[in-house]
């Protein structure tokens, strides 16, 4: 009945399926081998020592190594910044981080959609060793509480060797990743394998990230024989200690001279079980057969989330060995474009295919926003392979300002300023066509029109032009006391300017370079002052200048006819003071009778009104009346002027 179910389950779900990623399609005469380790629950956390148990055979040479592994979003603190992780292969720090992703973003269930996760493929040819390759993971929770921005852990480590042996028969590895999100029920595709001899052992790995206990997720193959259950996968924590668990549930396996051979816990079987992640699947495909599929049902719940990560296929094929492809790297600045140019063949399929002009040629043109790993599958007369280019993307360095600071004259030198310019593994230089430093800011003391160049590590570059004036901010200003004054006198000069520190001042026949000056005027008439502030150097200055009059105090002027007559026009009979404080005075008629007298302090005004034609509130009559006046002035002298004036309305 259970065979039945799951025949009925994949016909339900057949509309459905998804093509996996096919990641690398190679054919050369050697093997490969693989192992790796899963791990439940939140161990991944903790510092790890994992000793790898696949090799190299004696007398083959390695041909290829990639250590793949997870990409989990942090969900309890971090806030998504990429971070990658330093870890430890046999000796050698080495960088995980986004630049290895070689998979769409999945989430690891529709209730849960912030645990997002990818498929992260790295090549470790160079530091790989032939036997006992040894990783040491950090400990993700201390890297986490330590930096609480960084949002990534990288976990669920796998070892592939590939090596070559011109004595060993031909093999076939196809390496597919995961593209789907984990939902309750998944069908996947693997489509577009070389011809599969079924005579001969056909290998099938399943690695999977958090496999969790009881039935976490069980797979049914489907082929032109149809359809075949597989078994489940699980992992059971020894006595409910969860630092003591099986951790091997890898599918780990040799493939070599058409014979599959499992490693630790697995079995080449045609069932997988527990922690046996291996199947030969031999009996269940037929000659030449190019595609196959897996329907996975799982338990997906909050508390456990079993991630497939690789889909691994090992066996003979009729299609002729190929040399060792090999990962072609490249590197361009956000914007700009690059040819990747494939082998030549029959037909082409790039994917990804966003940033590609054209996803179905030989040399596409691509311009893609992000780090991209692209894989092109080529086809030659049926049979296939897959050469890799991976294309890093810098960003432009542009900052987030610049502040452009003008040069005050005489003073301070101006600068230009890039502010906020910050990426991780980024260093800058900058530019103003004086040659590149290290510092953001430039001081300037010429003006005109600069051009800020900022180029990163990377070789990328970004550059706008900012022009820097000479700004004078000096303002010259003083004002004085002392006047009105009649001569001889002495006049104050007080400085008020700005943004100056040195100063000339201008009198007749004379300078002074003081702060505030004094000046004595001996003779009456009218002159001119002049102040020039500077700020260092005279042509830093400001220029103000003011005239002021020295009076002779037997100049009084008075006027000798008004008529108040009401049409607002000389209405009063007044004195133009210019140099008194004080005075008494007496109109007197042609009779001899007073009609007005009084006291008045007229210090500071400039005119006075000494009558408006009435006596006790009545007009008088037109006619000619008689002053005197007894004028001092600020001196203390006193002087009496006698005179007349006519009224007339």
């Not at 990743?177 to 998944?186: A, D, F, R, Y």
């Not at 069908?187 to 005579?199: A, G, V």
């Not at 080449?268 to 329907?295: C, E, F, G, M, R």
Request: hydrophobic share 35%.
């Amino acid at each position: 009945m259970k065979i039945v179910y799951n025949i009925l389950v994949f016909l339900l779900f057949a509309g459905n399926i998804t093509a996996q990623q096919l990641l690398i399609q190679e054919t050369f005469r050697g093997g490969v081998s693989f192992d790796g380790e899963s791990e439940s629950g939140l161990s991944w956390f903790d510092k790890d020592t994992i000793v790898f148990a696949n090799s190299v055979p004696t007398g083959a040479s390695l041909r290829k190594a990639y250590l793949t592994c997870s990409r989990l979003k942090y969900k309890v603190g971090g806030n998504g910044i990429e971070n990658g992780v330093m870890i430890d292969f046999n000796g050698n720090l080495i960088t995980i981080d986004s630049s290895n992703v070689v998979s769409p973003k999945m989430t690891v269930s529709p209730i849960v959609p912030s645990g997002e996760y990818w498929v992260c493929c790295k090549d470790v040819t160079f530091w790989a060793l032939g036997s006992g390759n040894k990783l040491i993971t950090p400990d993700h929770q201390a890297l986490f509480w330590a930096n609480p921005t960084y949002g990534y852990g990288y976990v669920y480590f796998g070892l592939i060797l590939l090596y070559e042996d011109p004595g060993m028969s031909s093999i076939n590895y196809v390496l597919y990743v995961n593209n789907q999100n984990l939902l309750s029920n998944n069908s996947r595709m693997f489509n577009n394998l070389n011809p599969i001899d079924s005579t001969k052992a056909v290998a099938l790995s399943i690695f999977c990230g958090n496999i969790q206990p009881v039935d976490s997720l069980a797979f049914t193959l489907n082929s032109s024989l149809g359809s075949n259950y597989l078994g489940a996968l699980y992992m059971n924590i020894n006595n409910g200690d969860p630092n003591v668990l099986n951790r091997y549930a890898a599918g780990s396996y040799f493939y070599e001279n058409n014979i599959c051979t499992g490693l630790m816990d697995d079995s080449p079987d045609a069932k997988i079980d527990s922690t046996d992640a291996l199947v030969n699947i031999k009996s269940l495909v037929k000659q030449n057969t190019t595609a196959v599929s897996l329907l996975s049902i799982g338990n997906v719940d909050l508390a456990g989330l079993t991630f497939p990560m690789l889909f691994q296929f090992a066996y003979t094929t009729p299609c002729p060995p190929r040399g060792i492809s090999v990962l072609f790297e490249d590197s361009i600045c956000f914007g700009q474009s690059l040819s990747l140019n494939a082998s030549t063949a029959t037909s082409y399929t790039w994917y990804p295919s966003a940033g590609l002009n054209n996803a179905n040629i030989q040399n596409p043109i691509a311009t893609p926003d992000s780090s991209t790993n692209y894989t092109v599958l080529i086809d030659s007369a049926g049979c296939k392979h897959t050469e890799r280019f991976s294309v890093n993307v810098y960003e432009i360095p542009e900052p987030n300002n610049v502040i452009v600071q003008n040069i005050n004259c005489g003073g301070p030198a101006g600068y230009i300023q890039s502010v906020g310019l910050y990426s991780t593994n980024q260093t800058y230089v900058y530019d103003i066509g004086s040659g590149p430093q290290s510092s953001p800011a430039f001081f300037l003391s010429t003006p005109g029109t600069y051009t800020l160049t900022i180029t990163s590590n990377a070789g990328c570059s970004w550059q706008n032009s900012y022009t820097i004036a000479e700004v004078n901010t000096t303002q010259a200003n003083f004002t004085t006391s002392g006047l009105p004054a009649v001569y001889p006198a002495t006049v104050y000069f007080q400085n008020n300017s700005t943004g100056a520190n040195n100063y000339i001042w201008y009198f007749p026949n004379d300078s002074s370079l003081a702060s505030n000056a004094i000046y004595v005027y001996n003779q009456p008439g009218t002159y001119s002052v002049t102040l020039i502030a500077y700020n260092n150097f005279l042509n830093c200055s400001d220029t103000t200048y003011a005239v002021i009059e020295i009076l002779d105090s037997l100049s009084t002027p008075i006027s000798n006819v008004f008529s108040p007559n009401g049409d607002g026009i000389n209405e009063y009979f007044v004195l133009a003071n210019n140099a008194y404080q004080s005075m008494s005075y007496s109109i007197i008629n042609r009779w001899g009778e007073i009609i007005k007298q009084g006291d008045e302090n007229i210090r500071g005004k400039s005119e006075v009104i000494l009558w408006d034609g009435t006596q006790k509130g009545k007009l008088c009559s037109e006619g000619t009346y008689y002053y005197s006046l007894r004028l001092k002035d600020y001196s203390g002298k006193e002087k009496t002027v006698n005179g007349f004036v006519m009224l007339v309305r």
